[in-house]
Every structure is written in C-alpha cells, then in structure tokens.
C-alpha cells in the first residue's frame, strides 16, 4: 500500500523567509497530492492540489511542486507571515482507483517568528 | 450549508464503555471516512464509505466499527473502549475518489 513521509516534522523560519516541506510517496501509481493545512484547534483544511500531469502548481504565495520519478513532491511558502504558523499535511492517493482513499503524512509544524 | 458537522465535541469513557461518535454532511457528498490523529502520527485513516450502505476499513480499523445507513451520516461505534483509543477524531467527506476532502470539527476522546 502507499506510504507518505514528510520532512521536517517542525519547522522554524523568520516572517518573511521562504519555507519548503517535503514529501516522498512508494507507490508510483499515485496521481493525486493535496496539501492540507491545521490550525491549532481548528479542522485540516485544503490548501492547495496537484495532480501527476503537471510539475508544479501555484497560487499566490503556495506553490506545489511534483517529482514523479523520484516520487516527492514539496510545498513552497514564500513570504511567509505569522499567520501561516500551522501544521501542515501532505498526502498522496490514487485519484480513480479502487481504493478510494487517501494516505497522510504524519505533519509539519510550521512557526513562523515574526 | 453547515458542511461537515460532529457529535459530541467531547466525551470522557471509562475503559470498556462503549459510545457512536456521529458525523453529518449536508453537501450530498459519497464519500465520506473517519481518521484519528495522535501527536507525531498525522491522520490515520479508520474505515471509510464510498456511498450509502458501503463500508470498508483503513489503515487503523481494529476496536472499530462503522455504519452508513443514509448518505448523510457516517457513525463510528467503539465497541469497548482502550486507552489507547485516546485521540482526536475526525470525519471528513468528499464528493469522489481522492477529491478535496472537507473535515469536520473533531470529537476529543479521552479514555480512562
């Protein structure tokens, strides 16, 4: 079955900088890989997607990028402001297939000093 | 459109007890799956449904049990309560296969 791991499990960064968190997925079969975000107390919730037909995908300050040979793929955060403090999930699926589900990483604490 | 919506918000149980947490989604969504998240394990997926009246399990069904008998709704049943069933619990539903999955609030258990 598919396993995600992610890296780093905390992250600290000066408002302003860049932030990137990595992701590697096992099963090559997987063309689905949404990135979801966590406030503290509050519900994930998406923040941006992307699927195996492209390479990197972007909006506004979030950019996702996809290696599929190498089967990682990475979340950019550029800018970064307090406000994007959170812990963050990547997960990686089959989009079609049979199983219907998705596979989490286990998360990302972002911190953000301002 | 309340979304995805969970009950209780909170509940304490003594080992052995047996409790439904209940989720409910107004957006006529098929699929719909329930995850714990336990400090540095992420979300693991319990059991899930693509559609009324269908269950299956995920990566971390035992001491669990699941019903879909309306399409709005998905209960999850703990049988006997573990401590080790401590967690947050969340319900999450979407509209097909790996597609954005909206969560609801979580239900905090803790298990004496």
């Known amino acids: 079955g598919e396993n995600v791991e992610q890296h780093p499990s905390t992250l600290s960064v000066q408002e302003g900088d860049s932030a990137v968190i990595k992701c590697t997925y096992s099963?090559?079969?997987?063309?689905?890989f949404p990135w979801y975000k966590q406030e503290l107390g509050k519900r994930p919730q998406l923040i941006i997607d992307i699927r195996s037909n492209v390479g990197e995908k972007k909006d506004q300050r979030i950019a996702v990028t996809l290696n599929k040979t190498a089967k990682h793929f990475s979340l950019h955060i550029t800018e970064t402001q307090p406000e994007d403090s959170a812990v963050y999930f990547c997960a990686g699926g089959l989009a079609g297939g049979a199983t219907n589900k998705l596979i989490f990483g286990t998360g990302t604490l972002l911190a953000v000093q301002p | 459109n309340a979304g995805v919506t969970q009950t209780p918000k909170f509940r304490v149980l003594k080992t052995g007890q047996s409790m439904t947490l209940l989720c409910a989604q107004d957006?006529?969504?098929?699929?719909m799956y329930w995850y714990r998240q336990d400090p540095g394990m992420g979300l693991r997926l319990i059991h899930y449904s693509v559609g009324e009246g269908t269950t299956a399990k995920g990566e971390v069904p035992d001491g669990y049990n699941v019903s879909r008998l309306k399409k709005q709704n998905f209960l999850l049943g703990l049988e006997s309560a573990a401590p080790s069933q401590t967690s947050v619990y969340f319900c999450?539903?979407?509209?097909?296969?790996?597609?954005?999955?909206?969560f609801g609030p979580g239900t905090r258990l803790l298990v004496l």
């Open positions: 957006m006529n969504h098929e699929y």
């Open positions: 999450a539903s979407s509209t097909g296969t790996v597609e954005t999955q909206y």
């Open positions: 099963d090559s079969a997987s063309n689905y």
